[in-house]
């Protein structure tokens, strides 16, 4: 029996050097570290519910987040058939101003990718009158209101980003 206890012992003790070398030299983690160490691998590393800002700029989303804002207020006027915040696309509904009841159009915005750049929003833009039948009739859209709108689009992307850069 003591002998038993004496080998019990013994191995505890060397095994003590090894601890001691992954530990020494380095600070006590602290409750968050040590919560991150039991998390890493695990499908629900992140928590659920949080006041911490993410490091990335897409917060939770999967394209760039000051272009997906920037799209949302350039039509915020626009009644919205279909946003997926995930996927990059926000469709409007058909829409005719008050003054122009024979006109209406349609946009579709899609964000392809998480860097404010030019090539990460395309937008199509659908114009249509009615004609005497009451049918509506197809009417093409000049190249220049199209890259209007892509512009004014990535330039309030940029005031957004850097309105969150200065906080």
Same mark, same amino acid.
């Given at each position: 029996?003591?002998?038993?206890?004496?080998?019990?012992?013994?191995?505890?003790?060397?095994?003590?050097?090894?601890?001691?070398?992954?530990?020494?030299?380095?600070?006590?983690?602290?409750?968050?570290?040590?919560?991150?160490?039991?998390?890493?691998?695990?499908?629900?590393?992140?928590?659920?519910?949080?006041?911490?800002?993410?490091?990335?700029?897409?917060?939770?989303?999967?394209?760039?987040?000051?272009?997906?804002?920037?799209?949302?207020?350039?039509?915020?006027?626009?009644?919205?058939?279909?946003?997926?915040?995930?996927?990059?696309?926000?469709?409007?509904? &058909?829409? +005719?101003? %008050?003054?122009?009841?024979?006109?209406? =159009? !349609?946009? #579709?915005?899609? $964000?392809?990718? /998480? @860097?404010?750049?030019?090539?990460?929003?395309?937008?199509?833009?659908?114009?249509?009158?009615?004609?005497?039948?009451?049918? &509506?009739? +197809?009417? %093409?859209?000049?190249?220049?209101?199209? =890259? !209007?709108? #892509?512009?004014? $689009?990535?330039? /309030? @992307?940029?005031?957004?980003?850097?309105?969150?850069?200065?906080?």
């Amino acid at each position: 029996m003591i002998i038993k206890t004496l080998s019990v012992i013994s191995i505890l003790i060397l095994s003590l050097p090894s601890l001691a070398d992954k530990t020494l030299g380095k600070e006590p983690k602290n409750k968050r570290e040590r919560r991150e160490d039991k998390t890493k691998g695990h499908l629900l590393a992140e928590p659920l519910f949080t006041t911490a800002k993410k490091k990335n700029e897409t917060y939770g989303i999967g394209v760039n987040t000051y272009l997906w804002k920037a799209s949302l207020e350039t039509v915020s006027f626009l009644p919205k058939k279909s946003t997926d915040p995930f996927g990059g696309t926000i469709i409007t509904d &058909w829409y +005719s101003s %008050p003054e122009t009841p024979n006109e209406r =159009l !349609k946009i #579709e915005i899609m $964000i392809t990718g /998480r @860097a404010l750049t030019s090539e990460g929003v395309q937008v199509a833009i659908f114009r249509e009158k009615k004609n005497t039948r009451g049918e &509506w009739i +197809s009417i %093409p859209l000049d190249r220049d209101t199209l =890259l !209007k709108f #892509e512009e004014t $689009i990535l330039s /309030r @992307a940029r005031e957004l980003k850097v309105a969150t850069e200065i906080e």
